[in-house]
């Protein structure tokens, strides 16, 4: 890693820090020190080891990625961004296919998810249950202004997860007018059943959420809909 990026994190850690002489474990000094020996100390390591010719993702690489998820799970944007501009990619999963992107989702951050997207992290990527940032946003959330952000950089509102949920149906459930109209009007299809074989109207109906059921069923015959269910 670059020195430039550890002297930018230790910047970073001494604007958000606050001054604290009564609690010297919590000095933002000592902090902005260990934070860059965190970053120093491995980029050594990596110096004194021998590096495959056929590894296209370096150790380096590998560094930012790895930071970047964390970054992204701890909520700090500014770290997030001086990651991005150090060539940390936006699109990294974990183990579990999640990434930063989701991550910023699940943990609800409206802000991170658009810092994201203006780095150009794909609003599409999913986890290992087919569960896209659109679907943590409105199935966690019943986030408004996340699903706005999401489907305005491209989101697909045509999710269908292992567990056969759609966007649409925690939609309903969340008993989210404003939501549903926006989902329909992005290509959300309304005659995708659930596991139990319920469509959201029919689940809208079964909750007496009437007004919703009416626009559903309104929306049902659409020759344009294209249906996301697996076959």
């Not at 910047?11 to 604290?20: D, F, G």
């Not at 992290?121 to 699903?147: F, G």
């Not at 292992?162 to 959300?188: F, R, S």
Request: charged share 20%; aromatic share 6%.
């Amino acid at each position: 890693m670059k020195i430039k990026l550890i002297l930018s994190l230790c910047t970073a850690v001494l604007i958000t820090q606050p001054l604290s002489a009564a609690d010297p474990q919590r000095n933002w000094l000592t902090q902005a020190a260990q934070y860059a020996l965190s970053f120093l100390y491995p980029q050594q390591q990596a110096a004194t080891t021998p590096q495959s010719d056929d590894n296209d993702l370096g150790p380096n690489q590998a560094e930012l990625d790895t930071q970047l998820l964390q970054a992204v799970h701890d909520g700090n944007l500014i770290e997030v961004q001086v990651l991005l501009d150090a060539g940390a990619d936006p699109n990294k999963a974990n183990e579990h296919s999640e990434t930063p992107l989701y991550t910023a989702a699940f943990k609800n951050n409206h802000e991170m998810i658009q810092l994201l997207l203006d780095a150009g992290a794909d609003p599409n990527k999913a986890n290992k249950y087919d569960q896209t940032p659109l679907y943590i946003a409105v199935y966690r959330h019943n986030n408004l202004k996340m699903v706005q952000a999401l489907i305005q950089a491209k989101a697909n509102p045509q999710v269908l997860t292992t567990y056969e949920e759609t966007t649409l149906y925690h939609a309903v459930l969340h008993n989210n007018l404003e939501m549903i109209q926006l989902l329909l009007d992005a290509g959300a299809d309304p005659n995708i059943p659930n596991v139990d074989n319920e469509t959201p109207a029919q689940t809208a109906k079964k909750y007496g959420y009437t007004e919703i059921a009416e626009l559903l069923e309104r929306a049902t015959a659409s020759p344009m809909i294209k249906s996301a269910r697996k076959t």
